[in-house]
């Protein structure tokens, strides 16, 4: 140690300088070391700032296309939604329609076992164009029973009312001549003061019927609103069927009898199903 000590005594001048050369390499090698790190920092941090952006745009872009995938899928959706929409609608006005016929075929078998008469249910399936569109066309024919000259009645409004006779049969369908024909004649009655008539066809199913040949004795007793009804002196019609209601009275001075308007008790521009009646050919019952 004294030796050391001694040396550096003695050779103070070179110690000195080979420390302060020491303090100078290293001073520059931390520099360098700083000036090289300092680069490295820059670059990585530019790098990070590219990649935050390229992934900022790629979530961007990512984005973007699910979001347009989303949309057709729900344009799809929504178009599937009115396609089934559209088809609950029809859905339930076929439900309404099928309701309300099995309403109306409850209420028509109720009125034919309230029928007393043997009867036949028939539907009006068309007019005959042969006949000027005035005779009905039933869906039942020669092979249900049914004949020539049958009558045919038919319920609305809680009345049963005439609706006029079969005419011509066909093997499943048959044709009916009816009330408002110009070729229909039908014996009737006032069925409060019981005074009879002929009910007569206009050829017009919107016009009223004419009841011919009641007798003047009768003008005191009828009123708008009376009820007509089948007479029963008939070999077809059976008595006390109601035909219609009087809108009207033509008395003439000069005539033996008067007439008057009759409007049909029954509506033939709604009509859909009739009974065709099963009477013998005697008399009226």
Do not use: C
Not at 98 to 105: A, E, K, M, V
Not at 140 to 163: I, N, S, T
């Amino acid at each position: 140690m004294r030796n050391v000590r001694g040396y550096l005594s003695r050779h103070r001048t070179a110690a000195t300088f080979l420390l302060l050369l020491a303090v100078s390499i290293t001073t520059m090698s931390l520099t360098t070391e700083a000036d090289i790190v300092a680069p490295k920092r820059v670059g990585n941090a530019a790098v990070s700032l590219v990649q935050k952006g390229a992934a900022g745009i790629g979530g961007f872009v990512r984005r973007f296309f699910t979001s347009v995938g989303e949309l057709r899928q729900l344009r799809s959706r929504y178009t599937e939604l009115q396609e089934q929409l559209i088809r609950y609608r029809r859905d339930e006005r076929e439900l309404v329609r099928l309701r309300q016929d099995n309403t109306r075929l409850r209420k028509l078998l109720g009125l034919s076992e309230a029928t007393e008469r043997e009867h036949l249910l028939a539907e009006v399936i068309g007019n005959d164009p042969s006949s000027f569109f005035n005779a009905l066309v039933i869906n039942k024919g020669r092979v249900h029973g049914v004949r020539a000259d049958m009558p045919v009645v038919a319920y609305q409004d809680g009345f049963q009312g005439l609706v006029g006779k079969i005419v011509s049969v066909g093997p499943v369908t048959a044709q009916v001549l009816p009330l408002f024909d110009a070729r229909s004649f039908v014996p009737s009655r006032l069925q409060s003061s019981r005074y009879s008539g002929l009910i007569q066809g206009t050829g017009n199913r919107f016009s009223l019927l004419a009841m011919a040949y009641v007798p003047k004795s009768a003008a005191d007793f009828v009123a708008v609103g009376d009820l007509v009804v089948t007479s029963g002196l008939s070999t077809i019609y059976p008595k006390d069927v109601y035909i219609g209601r009087v809108r009207g009275v033509s008395a003439k001075s000069w005539e033996a009898s008067l007439t008057l308007d009759v409007e049909p008790i029954i509506d033939f521009s709604r009509l859909e199903y009739v009974f065709v009646l099963f009477v013998s050919s005697g008399a009226s019952e």
